[in-house]
Structure formats: structure tokens, C-alpha cells
């Protein structure tokens, strides 16, 4: 305790995070949490700072409780879009970069297509850079968020199992939640078709099925992951009816889980084809509690990256 | 004018030669090698501890003369050529307009000797604008003085089609460079497919890809007689068929850049663009192939694959980046650090693979060979020279390497091209 400090670091991903980094996070949320949830949201440890919200993707969650967090904490927050900067009369990323930097921007959060810009990101320009969501690389937040919700409920991610379930080749949130989650200790299983999850996965330390059921005997979480539905085109699945039914979250498969195993999704839904709308909404689902804690989560990331400290300043 | 080289050792594979002697060089034309020579008012250029070389053939480069001069022009990457010890290229067609027809070859050869600070030889399409639906006028071409025909860049995906190119070519003694990855495979990638890009989230462009595109073509050069020159392998399956190829007596050649002897996919850690090239870097199971195939003479030649891009095309997020960069001034010094160095080829047979074979690959008579009434077309090199690399100082336009910032060993320290010295330690002086 007190020796991490993450003060001026960018996030980029978990892979170069280490555990106890991970854990102040966790921490530092938990005390945020309790401002999201009081009267008086306002905590202005950030007063004075300014957030650029770069986000080059669409995004509904992500940048609202991006904006909010920085809010909460009294930082100035401006949010960029593409259809609404220069990138559509040509500039730039480069250059897009240099010009929000150059505003007094303490922090860029920046969500992105292109795999790995974050990290060109933290070449071109000063501020601190936090990666929303990098194409199909990391996406740190929504790792982080899913491993405090796990906390809430599980007190500890040590020795858990956590399936995680879909489209893994093309998920950013499942490349964040392994290098995350096997820092703390969980036992991770990738499940999903043989176009979607490859083998060699397995080399980064977790287990790969094929077999719903197989992966999720003995679960104790589970990630559904979002089926991008634009896939199919590629020939990655032959229809939504033969996911849904070979490879589709319902109570039926969820049997095979422990009676206690959670539901996380890290959204936006297609209900129905890779979730039940009954698990969705059922006492496991920790969906709606995610979104909150995305709130806190990114409140501890934005306090600890911009202001820095071991979070002992605020109130328990 | 004339010019004495004292005292290095001469490496002159065509010949058998490996001995320290001296060569004289007159009204362009080497005059005499061998031992103790003098001449009267002639430069001098010491060249103990140094290997003379028969000028380097680079058979696979783009200078993106017309239409693309912001990366690249015939006087800058000639410059670059220099700079970098080879006296001779041959540019690929990929320019706008593609080089598909003789008059255009025609003019732009004479742009290139009017512009050009050593020679340039040109390859042409195999079909008009790389299409790969109709043949380009390879006969006229030929006649105009093309050393090959290509498509590269593009695969030729039609296999009848390809056949009939093969079939038509062959009639002129040209060889058919093959760009060889299969498109469907590989068109929405960015890097070697394996774990490093399922670790990073890029999508790949597996080895399958160019292994199909290899057997394909091998298969067509069997039944065409075709002399089929496969591009830049870079997967360990491409190099076995080759090698199988030859063994079975097929016209099939091959060739490997300095690049992909040098480079594991575990450099793309950092998605950095300067490391993004197709076919792409592979990892180190196929690199050891490569050099493998190299020690064993089924890869016939070096090439540098020179592909420069304008820096701020480069300058962008990895996956919104061209493919390749400018590898004609560190191409020498990189196969000299890591196939010299580790004792995968000696010096005799890396002048081989960068000037002899290519000079009969591409049918010059008058290169590759250093031997008295030819054209003094010479590289001196050093072999132990240190120095680290800095694309600022590259002459070519593309400033952008994947070596930039690393320690080669080996540089090359006189180019002269039919007499002339054109870069000395260093400095283009034409």
C-alpha cells in the first residue's frame, strides 16, 4: 500500500498492469461508489482539470459514465466525435491528437477502431491517454468494472471460475477481462464456435471449449460477450436461430453452472440470441449493477491516473 | 579517368574468385584485376580489410516513378540505391499509371537514365493495370527491354488466367515474378496470423495464404514450362515446395527480403506501422525456414522489396497503414548482421544471392560478374563497420524503417556504376 502510484500513467490495457495496480483500482472504486450512490455526487479532487472524451466509435455506456465520472469529480469534460471534428475533412489522427492536446487537456480518453492507437496516442501527444476500447484489443474499464462486480458479490476473484462466452477473436472486453482476471487469480474458459475462439487462445493461459455445457460445469461467472451481428457475413456463424440454440446463455444451460454463478454482460444486449431475456433479468444478472459501477470504476481511474495518491484522501 | 581499388578482397563468385587484389577501372570498363597494379593519375580508393564486389543487383524494388514522386522518384531512390550499395534495380509496375505498355517503358527508361544515379531496369505487368483480366502487351514490352513481368503488389487471382500469362511469357525468356497470397485470405489482414495478432486483436494474414498461392503457381509452372520467380517467400511451406520444385528439375526460382531474415511477428508488439509489409513479418519457425532455404540454395537471390511511403502515410494508427518501407539502405548491412554474423551464408555466397544471381535471374550479361572489358559496375563493403541506423539520414524519400534506431554490422562504403563513383563512405556524390 502507497508504493503504486499511478499518478500521470496512461492506461492503455491490463497486460502491463500489474496485480496491485489492479487491486487500487478496485479499492479506490469502492469509496467512489458510495459517491455515485450518495445525494451530493460532487467530489471536485479533479477541479480544474480538463477531459477531452476522443471517441471514434460509437458508444452509449462507455462515454456517459466516462463524461459522468469526470464530472463527478469536477474535472471539465468535452466529447469528440468523428462526424463531428476534422477527421472528416481528412485530418489526421495525428494531428486530430495534437489539437485537442494543445487545449490544456489533462486527459485523453480516446475509444478507437484501430487496434494499438491508444499506445500511437501516448506517442504523438503529452496528456494522460485511458483507453475506452481499442478495435478488437483491450478495452482496461470494462475489465476492470466487470472484475469490481465480481468483487461485490464474490469477495474475491481467487479460484473462481469465469466463463467467458461469444465472440472472443473480435472482443476487446475479453482480451481486458483474461489478462485482468488471471492477475487476480481466476480461472478463465473461453467458449464459443471454432470461428470465434481459436485454440491457440489457450497459450495465454486459459482453458478453450466448443461445448456450452462443458464450459460452464462448475461456473462461478459467466461473461456473455455481445454476437456482433454483422458476423455472419463472414461465414463466423451460419444464423442467429443456430447461435442462439447451440451457443446461446439460457437457464436450461445454465444448469451445469454453480447454483450461485453470476451473469455479466458488458452491453449492449441482443437479447435472445446471446443471452435469454430471463437470465438477462434474473437475480444472477449483474448487468444493470455493471453499468453503475462503470461509474465508480472510472471515477477511481480518472482520480488516480490525473490526481494520483493511494485513494486514502476520501471518505471509507 | 580512371580508378584503382588497392588492396581488398576481391569476392567475385561468378568466377570462383576470393583473393585479396586490385582492380583498375577505365573509361568506365574494368581494365585489369590483380595484384600490385598502378596507373598513373588515377584516384585511388584503399580498400583494405574490405570486400569488392561485383555492383549489387537489387531485382525487387519501387521506385513509384510516375505518378506516386511523393514517396519516391527515379533520382531519390537511385540516391537510396546508392546509398546502399547496389548498382543496379529493377522497379516494380505498381506506379500510375501501372507499366503495362512499351511506351511507356520506353520513356520512362529514358527519364531514368537522364535522372537515375545508377542503373534501373524495369519489370512489367503481367496484365493491364493489375487487374488480372487482360494481358498486358508482354511482347512489346519485352522488346522495349523489360527484365520481367509482375503483377506485384496484387496476386494474380484467376488461375486460368494465370495460366495463359505463364503460357505467353514464356515465349520472351522472361520470368513471371509471383506476388503469391492468396486474396481471399488475406485481404482484411494487417499482420502474420498466429498468437502475437490474436494477442493484439489484428487480423491476420495466415501463412495458407501465400502456401496456396505457391503450389498453385508451382503447379502451372510444371504444366506451362513457364519460369515462375516466387516473390519474397516468407512461410516455411513456400520454401519446401521450391525446394521441391527445383529438386524435380521445375523453372522455379525464389527469393527472400532482408527483412524477413531479420524480424519475428513479436516486433509487431508495438503496432508499429514501419513493421507492417505483405507478405508480413512472420514468426520464428518460419524465419529459421528462410534461412534455411538460403544456406541451401533454394533461395536463389536478396532483395530489399524497397517500398517507400510518403512518412505521413506511414505516420498513421497500424491498421489504417500502406504496407512495407524503404529497405534499400539498410538491406546490405541487415543481411550482414544477422546472415553473415550467425554464419548462415559466407560473404562468397551472399554476393551470390545479391548480385550474380540476380544479374542471371534477370538475363543481364553485363552484371554480376567482376571480370576485365565489362562495365565497372563495383560495391565495396565493409563487413565488421558498426553503425546505427537513422531513417532521417536516408536519402530515399520514404523515411520510415523498421531499423531505424538499431546497430547493423556491414555497410557498404563505394558504389561505382560504369566507372563513376556515385557514393563514397557514405555520401551519394551523383
Known amino acids: 500500500m502507497g508504493t503504486v502510484n499511478l499518478k500521470g500513467r496512461s492506461l492503455l490495457g491490463l497486460e502491463h498492469v500489474s496485480k496491485e495496480e489492479i487491486e487500487l483500482i478496485l479499492r479506490v472504486a469502492k469509496k467512489m461508489k458510495k459517491v455515485v450512490l450518495s445525494d451530493d455526487k460532487k467530489i471536485p479532487y479533479l477541479k480544474g482539470k480538463s477531459i477531452v472524451n476522443l471517441f471514434m466509435e460509437p458508444s452509449t455506456r462507455t462515454r456517459s459514465s466516462f463524461e459522468l465520472a469526470g464530472k463527478y469529480l469536477g474535472a471539465d469534460v468535452i466529447n469528440i466525435t468523428p462526424s463531428g471534428s476534422s477527421m472528416v475533412k481528412g485530418e489526421s489522427f495525428r494531428d486530430t491528437l495534437l489539437t485537442v492536446s494543445y487545449m490544456g487537456t489533462d486527459a485523453i480518453v480516446m475509444r478507437h477502431k484501430a487496434e494499438g492507437a491508444p499506445l500511437y496516442a501516448t506517442k504523438c501527444v503529452k496528456p494522460i491517454i485511458v483507453n475506452a476500447g481499442d478495435g478488437a484489443h483491450e478495452h482496461p474499464t470494462q475489465a476492470l468494472l466487470d472484475m469490481y462486480s465480481i468483487l461485490e458479490r464474490k469477495g474475491s476473484l481467487e479460484g473462481l471460475k469465469v466463463v467467458i462466452a461469444g465472440d472472443i477473436m473480435h472482443s476487446r472486453v475479453a482480451r481486458s477481462d483474461i489478462y485482468g482476471m488471471t492477475k487476480m487469480g481466476a480461472d478463465i474458459h473461453l467458449v464459443g464456435p471454432r470461428t470465434l475462439v481459436y485454440p491457440e487462445l489457450e497459450k495465454m493461459g486459459v482453458t478453450v471449449h466448443h461445448d456450452i455445457r462443458e464450459a460452464l460445469e462448475g461456473a462461478d461467472v459467466v461473461n456473455v460477450l455481445r454476437i456482433q451481428l454483422e458476423r455472419i457475413h463472414s461465414a463466423l456463424y451460419p444464423t442467429n436461430r443456430e447461435y442462439a440454440r447451440i451457443f446461446g446463455i439460457n437457464k436450461e444451460v445454465l444448469k451445469a453452472a454453480k447454483k450461485d454463478v453470476m451473469i455479466l454482460h458488458p452491453g449492449p444486449m441482443n437479447r435472445g440470441l446471446e443471452i435469454a431475456p430471463d437470465v438477462a433479468y434474473s437475480d444472477e444478472s449483474m448487468i444493470q449493477e455493471q453499468v453503475r459501477n462503470g461509474v465508480s470504476v472510472r471515477m477511481a481511474v480518472l482520480y488516480l491516473t490525473i490526481h494520483g495518491g493511494d485513494g486514502s484522501e476520501l471518505a471509507d | ?430
Not at chain 2, 522518384?73 to 537510396?80: E, I, K, L, V
Not at chain 2, 497470397?181 to 494477442?199: A, F, I
Not at chain 2, 576485365?372 to 565488421?384: C, N, Q, Y
Not at chain 2, 520510415?400 to 563514397?424: C, N, Q, R, W
Open chain 2, 1 to 430: 579517368m580512371s580508378l584503382l581499388i588497392k588492396g581488398g578482397t576481391i569476392v567475385n563468385p561468378a568466377k570462383g574468385q576470393h583473393e585479396v587484389a586490385d582492380i583498375l577501372v577505365e573509361n568506365g570498363l574494368i581494365k585489369a584485376i590483380g595484384q600490385h597494379l598502378a596507373a598513373d593519375g588515377a584516384d585511388v580508393y584503399d580498400a583494405t580489410g574490405l570486400i569488392v564486389a561485383p555492383g549489387l543487383i537489387d531485382m525487387h524494388t519501387h521506385l513509384r516513378e510516375p505518378g506516386q514522386e511523393s514517396k519516391e522518384d527515379f533520382h531519390s531512390g537511385t540516391q537510396a540505391a546508392a546509398a546502399g550499395g547496389f548498382t543496379r534495380v529493377a522497379t516494380m509496375a505498381n506506379t500510375t499509371p501501372v507499366v503495362d505498355n512499351a511506351a511507356l517503358v520506353r520513356g520512362l527508361k529514358k527519364q531514368a537514365e537522364l535522372t537515375g544515379v545508377v542503373k534501373v531496369e524495369f519489370i512489367g505487368a503481367i496484365s493491364k493495370g493489375l487487374e488480372g483480366k487482360e494481358l498486358s502487351e508482354m511482347g512489346d514490352m519485352a522488346q522495349a527491354g523489360i527484365v520481367a513481368f509482375s503483377d506485384d503488389g496484387h496476386y494474380v487471382q484467376n488461375a486460368a488466367f494465370m495460366r495463359r500469362a505463364m503460357e505467353y511469357a514464356s515465349m520472351f525468356n522472361k520470368m513471371v515474378i509471383d506476388h503469391a497470397e492468396e486474396t481471399s485470405l488475406c485481404k482484411e489482414g494487417h499482420m502474420h496470423e498466429g498468437l502475437v495478432s490474436y494477442e493484439l486483436g489484428v487480423i491476420g494474414r495466415p501463412a495458407v495464404a501465400e502456401d496456396m498461392a505457391v503450389d498453385r503457381d508451382i503447379l502451372l509452372a510444371e504444366m506451362t514450362g513457364a519460369h515462375l520467380h516466387v516473390a519474397h517467400v516468407s512461410t516455411k511451406h513456400a520454401v519446401e515446395e521450391v525446394r521441391r520444385a527445383k529438386a524435380k528439375g521445375l523453372p522455379v526460382t525464389c527469393e527472400v527480403t532482408a527483412q524477413h531474415l531479420s524480424f519475428t511477428d513479436e516486433c509487431l508488439r508495438e503496432y508499429n506501422p514501419a513493421f507492417k509489409m505483405a507478405p508480413p513479418i512472420r514468426s520464428e519457425d518460419h524465419r529459421q525456414a528462410l534461412l534455411e532455404g538460403l544456406k541451401d540454395g533454394t533461395i536463389d537471390a536478396i532483395i530489399t522489396d524497397h517500398a517507400p511511403h510518403a512518412f505521413e502515410e506511414k505516420d498513421v494508427e497500424f491498421c489504417c497503414a500502406p504496407n512495407g518501407f524503404s529497405g534499400l539502405e539498410t538491406s546490405l548491412g541487415a543481411v550482414l548482421t544477422n546472415v553473415y554474423k550467425p554464419g548462415v551464408l559466407t560473404i562468397d555466397q551472399i554476393v551470390e544471392r545479391m548480385s550474380t544471381n540476380p544479374a542471371r535471374l534477370l538475363g543481364l550479361t553485363d552484371a554480376g560478374v567482376l571480370e576485365v572489358g565489362k562495365p565497372a559496375d563495383i560495391t565495396v563493403f565493409s563487413t565488421d563497420e558498426s553503425w546505427i541506423v537513422d531513417r532521417n539520414k536516408f536519402y530515399t524519400k520514404g523515411k520510415t524503417s523498421p531499423f531505424d534506431g538499431l546497430t547493423l554490422t556491414g555497410k557498404a562504403k563505394l558504389t561505382v556504376v560504369d566507372g563513376e563513383i556515385v557514393m563514397k563512405e557514405g555520401v551519394v556524390t551523383a
